[in-house]
Structures are given as C-alpha cells and as structure tokens.
C-alpha cells in the first residue's frame, strides 16, 4: 500500500469502514476498498494467492479474531471478486 492511502488519524480511519457480512454478520473492514484495489494491481493469481494477499493488508488495520480467520478470508474475497466483476462489467459497457 502506498503511504498517500494511509490514514492521518482515528477521524479518517473511520471514514474508510465499509461494512460486509462475516458469518451472517455485518462487520465493519477498515481499509477494504483501498485493500482490494492494491490487490487487484498485483494480481497475484489464483484465489488462494488473493487471499492471502487480502487478509494480509487487511491484518494491517483490523483485529482478526483467530477463531473467524476463514470466514472473514471468505467474506473478503468475495468482495473481492464482486469488484472485479464491477471492473469488468464498467469495461463492456465502454
């Protein structure tokens, strides 16, 4: 991540919470669509490199309870992938 995309304070970090379901649960990510577009520069390739990729930056700003580890991975590569598919849906309709 780049240093321009880190937030100043506590006020910022905040604005930059987007909530998604873990376990049927809505749980707010710090830093989630920031994350998931450095993640989709790299292109790391296979969903299990993604992963890793994504929970890694996303371990940066928020706790991960060991015991959700998996079903926070889950929740965050699929919205992951629904980004994706947004990016490319944006490019047929160029």
């Known amino acids: 991540m780049n240093n321009d995309k880190i937030p100043c304070c506590a ?6 919470i987007r909530q998604i379901p873990v376990n049927g649960i809505m ?3 710090t830093m989630l669509d920031e994350t998931i577009a450095d993640v989709k520069k790299q ?3 296979n969903d299990s490199a993604v992963s890793e990729a994504l929970m890694k930056k996303i371990r940066v700003y928020n706790y991960i ?3 959700v ?6 929740a965050i590569l699929e919205e992951y992938r629904k980004a994706r598919t ?6 047929i309709k160029e």
């Open 65 to 67: 309870p060991p015991g």
């Open 43 to 45: 292109n790391p390739g």
């Open 69 to 74: 580890a998996e079903a926070y991975a889950r």
């Open 86 to 91: 947004n990016d490319n849906n944006a490019r």
């Open 11 to 16: 006020a910022d970090a905040l604005r930059r």
């Open 27 to 29: 749980t707010g990510i």
